[in-house]
C-alpha cells in the first residue's frame, strides 16, 4: 500500500467510529450565533484549526473544500453562503462522503435555515480537483495537506492555484514542526495519516506556498499542536508540533518577493511627523503599521524605526 491508501484506509475507519480529539486543538470551536453542530459532526472535528475566517467571507464567495472529514467546517461555510451549491466539498474516501452527508442531513434537524443541497459532496481528491480552472473564490483544506509528502503536497498547491480565480484565496490549517521531524517517524505511514509525522517546518511550509505562486501570505494564528515525547516517538528529545493557520492570496509574487504577515508593525520614532521610505510605505510617528516580514526586515535598517516581533496573527490592513 502507498501512504496515500495508508490515509485512505485510516479516514474510511475513523469515519465509521469517530476518534475524538484525532487532530483538533483543546479550544471551543467557533461559535456562530444560530448555528447548531450535531454531536457526531463535533466528534469528528478532524481540524487542528480553523479555515472559517469571517472576514474573508463578505461578498459572497464560492468556496470548495477539500476533505470534507465530517462535515463541520463545510457546515461552518455554508452558514455564511446559505445557498445551494454554495459550498463544494470534495472527498475521495466513500465513507467519509456518506457520514459527511448523514451528518449534514442532522444539521438540518437543528438548524432551521439550513438545507443539504447548501453544501454539495463530490468524489474527488486534491491532486486532481472537479472544479473547472479559476473557478473558484475560495479553497480550504484544514490537517490534510501536512499528510502529503512534499512531492505530493507541491502537486496539491499546484491544483488549488488552478482552480482559484486571481486573487482568490487558500484558508489552510495544518501542523508544522519546531524542529525537522526525522525519518523513523516520517516514513510512519499511520502517524502520517494521524497528522503526526508529515508535518514540514514553518519556513518548508511557507516555501511550498511561495514556490506555488502565491504573492501574499497570512499567518492568523499559530500555537502549539501536539508534543512528540522521547518514549513513544523514539526521539532523543521532544518535538513540538505546532497548528499554524494562514491565508493565501492568489496574487503576483512581488519583483522583491512575496509579502508574509506575521503580525509585525512598524513604529517611527524619529523627528519628523511621518517617515516615507518612497516605496509605498508611510509611517505616522508613533503609530504602530502592520508590515509584512520582507518590509521588516528592509525598515529595521532606519535606527529610528522600531520593529516589533510578529505576534503570529495577522488578519489584515497594512502597508504591503
Ligand atoms: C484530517 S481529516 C480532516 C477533515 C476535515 N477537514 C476536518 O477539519 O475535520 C482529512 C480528510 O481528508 C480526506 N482525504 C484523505 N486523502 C485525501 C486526498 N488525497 N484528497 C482529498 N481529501 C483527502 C480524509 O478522508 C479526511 O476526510
Redesign the pocket.
Known sequence: MTY?ET??QF??EV?QTPEVG??CVQSSSLQLPGLKIPCKMQE????CGTTVHPNELANNPTVL??????G??ALQFAYFSRHQGGVVA????EA?RNVARENLKQATNLNEWFQEEFVEIRE????NLPVADESVDLVA????FN?FEPQDLAT?LKEVYRVLKPGGKLLM?DPIATQPIPSHLRQDERLRAM?LSGALTYNQYIKHLIDTGFGQVEIRTRRPYRLLDTNNYQLEKPLLLESLDTVSFKVPIADDGACIFTGKTAIYHGDLDHFDDNAGHILTKGVPASVCDKTAAKLNEFSDIYITDSTWHYDGGGCC
Open positions: 496515500l490515509t485512505a479516514y474510511s469515519a484525532l487532530c469528528m472535528n478532524y481540524g473544500y477539500v476533505g470534507v472529514g465530517g463541520l467546517e470534495v472527498e475521495p474516501v467519509m474527488g481528491d486534491a491532486f483544506q484544514n490537517c490534510l499528510i496539491a490549517s497528522c
